[in-house]
């Protein structure tokens, strides 16, 4: 098959496109036929082994597992020995922990759901760590509740573009942050206000937040206090800001420390993949309630393109590998 791998440590440019053998689903795995996958924040850290102490379970000198990539969409075309929930034919999608750019991947069968009928493979591999990401934050650790005012700081990258519409589901009034060139594309989405953090400081307000769900990491918890109602509620993604040896480990110790002593509720969020997470996300996009927002799709074989693209930043939502049949 044929796959994209990261031999060692480094950015795009360390990158390959090579035929590798494939995969073997172990008792409780599926191999998957994959026909798109996504990139995320996640895939950077691992292609440059950052922050350094991620590297004690990935490998010291260089990665242990060469393959990169976490979502995937594609059909089963193997079941392991004790595999009931899925059969050959399925399409499904998820996360897995790495080697999703690839013509073959194999997923345990609790990270997978299935895909609906109405829903394409682009859409649904778009969907899980972002997906996940925004769900989790808002209605586990947010709780957001309909009438409330929620504002989303990063709001037109991949997380943040599910996050606006799920607000929205959830019954909010949604306040969007996020640069000018993406301020109409965060309207179409839903978003009830859109600022445009180059002009206006989304912290001086004189009609407080009830939840700040912060994607972008670039204030400081003093001014998101300032943003919020006495009893609001922060929510702190997982993309924090952080330095090459600990990541975000002091940003999140910091929300942490900053929850014990005041009043507002300050709280980090670690997204956990779960099944029923998908297939709920799943359902949603079926039936248009929930749109994934693709800002390009390129081939396989140009990942190496994409990924020097994305590591950029300033997305405006997901970038999708398509796998030709």
């Given at each position: 098959?044929?796959a994209?791998?990261?031999p060692?440590?480094g950015?795009?440019?360390?990158?390959?496109?090579?035929?590798?053998?494939?995969?073997v689903?172990?008792?409780?795995?599926v191999?998957?036929?994959?026909?798109?996958?996504?990139l995320?924040?996640?895939?950077?850290h691992l292609?440059?082994?950052t922050?350094?102490?991620?590297?004690l379970?990935?490998?010291?000198?260089?990665?242990?597992r060469?393959?990169?990539?976490?979502n995937l969409?594609g059909?089963?075309v193997?079941?392991?020995?004790?595999?009931?929930?899925?059969?050959?034919?399925?399409?499904?999608?998820?996360?897995?922990?790495?080697?999703?750019?690839?013509?073959y991947a194999?997923?345990?069968v609790?990270?997978?759901?299935?895909?609906?009928d109405?829903?394409?493979m682009?859409?649904?591999?778009?969907?899980?760590?972002?997906?996940?990401?925004?769900l989790?934050?808002?209605?586990?650790?947010?709780?957001v509740e309909?009438?409330?005012?929620?504002?989303?700081?990063?709001a037109?990258g991949?997380?943040?573009?599910?996050?606006?519409?799920?607000?929205?589901?959830?019954?909010a009034?949604?306040?969007?942050?996020?640069?000018?060139?993406?301020?109409?594309?965060?309207?179409?989405?839903g978003?009830?206000?859109?600022?445009?953090?180059?002009?206006?400081d989304?912290?001086?307000?004189?009609?407080?937040y009830?939840?700040?769900?912060?994607?972008?990491?670039?204030?400081?918890?003093?001014?998101?206090?300032?943003?919020?109602?006495?009893?609001?509620?922060?929510?702190?993604?997982a993309?924090?800001?952080?330095?090459?040896?600990?990541?975000?480990?002091?940003?999140?110790?910091a929300?942490a420390?900053?929850?014990?002593?005041?009043?507002?509720t300050?709280?980090?969020l670690?997204?956990?993949?779960?099944?029923?997470?998908?297939?709920?996300?799943?359902?949603?996009?079926?039936?248009g309630?929930?749109?994934?927002?693709?800002?390009?799709?390129?081939?396989?074989?140009?990942?190496?393109?994409?990924?020097?693209?994305?590591?950029?930043g300033?997305?405006a939502?997901?970038?999708?590998?398509?796998?030709?049949?």
């Open positions: 098959m044929i994209v791998v990261a060692r440590y950015g795009s440019e360390v990158l390959r496109v090579e035929v590798a053998p494939l995969p689903p172990g008792e409780r795995e191999m998957v036929r994959v026909r798109a996958a996504s995320c924040s996640g895939d950077l292609l440059n082994g922050p350094y102490l991620l590297r379970g990935f490998g010291l000198r260089r990665p242990k060469p393959g990169i990539g976490q969409a059909h089963v193997a079941v392991g020995a004790q595999v009931t929930e899925f059969q050959v034919g399925d399409r499904v999608f998820g996360e897995i922990p790495g080697g999703a750019f690839a013509e194999c997923a345990a609790g990270a997978l759901a299935l895909v609906p109405g829903l394409g682009e859409e649904a591999a778009a969907i899980p760590d972002s997906g996940m990401t925004a989790q934050g808002l209605r586990d650790i947010g709780k309909p009438g409330q005012r929620v504002l989303i700081n990063g037109s991949g997380v943040g573009s599910f996050a606006v519409q799920i607000a929205k589901l959830l019954g009034h949604v306040t969007a942050v996020c640069s000018t060139r993406h301020l109409e594309m965060v309207r179409g989405i978003a009830d206000v859109v600022i445009d953090y180059t002009a206006d989304f912290t001086r307000t004189d009609a407080p009830d939840v700040v769900f912060d994607l972008a990491g670039n204030r400081s918890l003093r001014e998101i206090r300032r943003a919020l109602a006495p009893d609001g509620v922060f929510v702190s993604s993309a924090a800001p952080g330095d090459h040896w600990f990541g975000p480990i002091r940003w999140l110790a929300v420390l900053t929850d014990l002593f005041t009043r507002p300050m709280k980090s670690l997204m956990r993949p779960s099944a029923t997470d998908l297939a709920h996300l799943a359902d949603l996009a079926a039936d309630r929930l749109r994934p927002v693709l800002e390009r799709q390129v081939p396989l074989i140009e990942t190496p393109s994409a990924i020097a693209v994305f590591a950029q300033h997305a939502g997901k970038t999708v590998l398509t796998v030709a049949g």
